[in-house]
Nanobody
Framework: VQLQASGGGLVQAGGSLRLSCAAS????????MGWYRQAPGKQRELVAD?????STDYADSVKGRFAISRDKNTVYLQMNSLKPEDTAVYYC???????????????WGQGTLVTVSS
């Protein structure tokens, strides 16, 4: 499975960005998809995820500001009311749903940088 993320950039505090992540390849391997982020000097953390049937989960720090959605094999992260502390590299993630030996437990995209200026 290949995950191609896009949509990062520089935005002022209070602004919005929309990230996209398109999955291709062995799509049958995956179900849950989500976004993680890693700020400088910090551990990677879950931002939001969405199951194949549309159930969502969010980190407390982004609830009410971010929205994750999905269209087949593409997952989106709409980020509103951005804050400087949202600055990080955002990574797309997909979790295994198949027991096939062809599948890995999880997959990661290449990361896209989001910078929020104050």
């Amino acid at each position: 499975v290949q995950l191609q993320a896009s949509g990062g950039g520089l935005v002022q505090a209070g602004g919005s960005l929309r990230l996209s992540c398109a999955a291709s390849g062995l799509i049958f391997c995956i179900d849950d998809m989500g976004w993680y982020r890693q700020a400088p000097g910090k551990q990677r953390e879950l931002v939001a995820d969405i199951t194949g049937d549309g159930s969502t989960d969010y980190a407390d720090s982004v609830k009410g500001r971010f929205a994750i959605s999905r269209d087949k094999n593409t997952v989106y992260l709409q980020m509103n009311s951005l804050k400087p502390e949202d600055t990080a590299v955002y990574y797309c993630n997909a979790q295994r749903s198949s027991t096939s030996a062809m599948c890995r437990n999880e997959y990661w995209g290449q990361g896209t940088l989001v910078t929020v200026s104050s």
